[in-house]
Every structure is written in structure tokens, then in C-alpha cells.
């Protein structure tokens, strides 16, 4: 009988992750079937319940679940703790055990795919939300000179500078301050452009030769990345990349085995136009 896995999220009509995880079944040859669950708002734990009971060995969470998956979670990952949101369980008898592969997934990307390194350069990262909070250890391990967080909600961005302040020096900066700044690589980690905004990020913060990257993916050319194409950046990308390396982390946790990711990036990616 195949192991069973999910996504579960609401709504989730949109979702990409069965798609992605059948070509990764397929490709390293694990007997799996991977679905998706639209979970009922409030109703989360008694979704994730009857998943394990029928049994379901592992789960992707997305909105608006992530904070109820790590309620759920008996373990946690350092990731998942520091992100405070959780995007991939593993169940193991009681255990529930708990990750967050948004951050690598992402800078698997920039790094791996984009060839783009954090090492030695200056990072900016706009947004101090979920996907933002997820970055922040990966980021810091690649060792970046300077990594700053610009937050609409100035308190979002110093708190999470504060949890890290371990590890490495973050700072939390405004808007209004990243007019005299300039960076190598650019992050959209803010939600704006799920609504055709654009944060209030300066078209001078792009030091030659920049990365901009939109978090978001599907979108086409996002006001953020036309800014940064205004600007005259030329390395522009969106978040399909992310999606697909968070995806790979999760099966290779759950299944032993890391699929190959560049040809389904391919066949996900729209030109960005
Ligand atoms: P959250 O809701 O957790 O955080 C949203 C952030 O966006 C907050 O920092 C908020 O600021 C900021 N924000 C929202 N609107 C604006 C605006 N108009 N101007 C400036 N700042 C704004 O969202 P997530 O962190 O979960 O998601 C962020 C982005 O990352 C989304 O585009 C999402 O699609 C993408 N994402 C992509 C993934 C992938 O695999 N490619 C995975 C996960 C997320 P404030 O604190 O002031 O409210």
C-alpha cells in the first residue's frame, strides 16, 4: 500500500504541492500518494487527527494553518521554534514531530539555483511576517556583512532582530531609513504584492549588480520586481523556486531521498513579464 501524505491549507484549490510531490515520487521512485486537504477553519487539530488515524504519514501546512500546526507539534525544529510557524509535520506513532523549510527552501534557491551567494554581501529582507521570520537562520549561516529587516510595524522587525541577536547582528530598520542604503540582495518577504502592492522600499536601495527577489510566486512581474526592473536590475525572480526547494527539503525529511528540483522549476516557472 502506498505511504500517504497531504497538504492542508483553505483554500487550497490553488495549490501547486501535489503536482510538485507526484514528480518528485516519480522521479526517485517512492510508492506515495500525495493529496490535498482544504481544513476546516477552527477545526484544524480534528483534520490533522483523522489524517494520522487513516494513516497519514507526513503533511505540508499552509495558510492559514501554520500557527496551528505548531500548536499541534509535540517536536519542534530550531527553525520552526525561531519562525514561531510550522510547514511540514512528520508523524511517528504520538510523536508530531515539526519544521519549517520556507527560509532554506528559499536560500537554496538564491544560492544553489540563482547562483547568487549571501556570503559577504549586504541583505535587505522587507517584511517580518512569517516567511520573513523563517529566513532569518538560514540567512545568518550563509554569513551575510549586513542583514537588515524593513517592517511597515517597526516592533515586528526590532523583535525579530532581538530573537537572533545570538546568532548574528540584525537590525531593524523603517522604511524611511533605507533612502541612504544600498544592497546585493533584495528580499520581498512582505505580503504586498498578494494584492498588487508595493511596500514603500526606495528604487535606489539596488547596489549594481543586485538580486531582487519576490517571494511571492505566480504573479508575474510584481510592483516590487517592476520597481527594482525601473531601477535597472537585471537579475530579477519570484518564489517558485522557494516553493519547489521547500518541497524537495520536506520529502527528502520525510522519504531519505532528495528529489532533483530544476525541471519541475522549470515546468512551474512563468516568465516574469
Ligand atoms: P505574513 O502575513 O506573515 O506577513 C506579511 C508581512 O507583509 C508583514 O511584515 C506586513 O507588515 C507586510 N505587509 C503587508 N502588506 C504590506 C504593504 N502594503 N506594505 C508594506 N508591508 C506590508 O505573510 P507571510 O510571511 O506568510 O508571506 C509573505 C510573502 O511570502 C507572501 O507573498 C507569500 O506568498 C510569500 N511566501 C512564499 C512562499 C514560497 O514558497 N514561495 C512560502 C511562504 C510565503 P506589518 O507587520 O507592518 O503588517
Redesign the pocket.
Known sequence: MSDHYAVIGNPIGHTKSPLIHGMFAEMTRQNLVYTAIEGSLGGFATDVDRFRQAGGRGMNVT?PFKLDAFAYATEHSDRARLAGAVNALKFDGDRVLAENF?GI?LTRDVVHNLGCPLKDKRVLLL??????RGALLPFLAQGPTVLDIA???LE?AQALAQEVADLGTVRALRYAHLETEQYDLVFN??????RG?L??VPATVFAPGALAYE???GKGLTPFLRLAQGAGVQQLAD?VG??VE?AAEAFAWWRGVRPQTQDVIDQLKIPLV
Open positions: 495558510a520556507d527552501g517584511g517580518a511576517g512569517g516567511a520573513a517592517n511597515r510595524t515586528e518577504a512582505t505580503s504586498a504584492s498578494l502592492e511596500p514603500p517571494l511571492a510566486y518564489g522557494m516553493l521547500q
